[in-house]
């Protein structure tokens, strides 16, 4: 089951171990560490060779240079969440059907969706510490965040409309009803994939 927004965020301790409890695609080769406010925003997603988050944040001593680690900054994280850094940064390269997913998606990006993400962007530079390029940043961190803002329920209901595309919606549904299916939490009453097909509403 898709986790509720309402409900309490579970302890920080064990936000890994409900994260695989809940949706048993993750892979169990990810570090995990909390780190209360170590950086402004909710987690990050360290790949193997990756030194840095943002100036200042380096990789943590825990998570091997080799490997992969889940680092989280905010209490208030969600399984979800975790599943959805996950996804938008290791499955869309090593799962097939997230990977078609993922360049569909990419592929169908218009010219207004590019602008909301200069306006991230800039967000991004004056209350994150962003130094990277547009383009670095866009295919590292921008575009994976918008690919999985509405399926994993990172952005507001009511903003979901005016930032996706009627067949983005369709698509991305359908991407995570795989993900349900997969992690063996299929819920025919959830408010993702109702339908074998879903259709955006």
């Not at 986790?3 to 301790?13: C, F, G, L, Q, T």
């Not at 001593?61 to 080799?66: A, K, R, T």
């Amino acid at each position: 089951m898709a986790d509720d927004p309402a409900a309490p965020p579970p302890s920080p301790e064990t936000l890994m171990d409900q994260a695989r409890a809940q949706y048993p695609i993750l892979p169990p080769d990810i570090g995990y560490k909390y780190s209360a406010g170590r950086a402004p925003f909710m987690l990050e997603h360290w790949g193997p060779g990756m030194a840095e988050s943002i100036p200042g944040v380096g990789r943590p001593e825990e998570f091997p240079p080799d490997k992969f680690g889940i680092e989280v900054y905010d209490p208030k994280t969600r399984p979800i969440d975790i599943l959805g850094d996950v996804v938008s940064h290791r499955l869309i390269n090593s799962d097939p059907k997230i990977k078609e997913a993922y360049s569909s998606f990419k592929n169908s990006f218009e010219p207004w969706q590019e602008d909301i993400l200069r306006e991230q962007y800039e967000h991004a530079q004056k209350n994150e510490g962003e130094t990277r390029s547009f383009e670095q940043w866009k295919e590292v961190t921008g575009v994976p965040a918008y690919f999985r803002g509405y399926p994993f329920q990172q952005w507001p209901e009511d903003a979901i409309k005016e930032m996706y595309t009627p067949q983005q919606l369709q698509r991305l549904d359908e991407m995570m009803s795989y993900l349900l299916v997969v992690s063996r939490h299929w819920n025919p009453g959830s408010s993702h994939g109702a339908q074998p097909n879903p259709r955006a509403s």
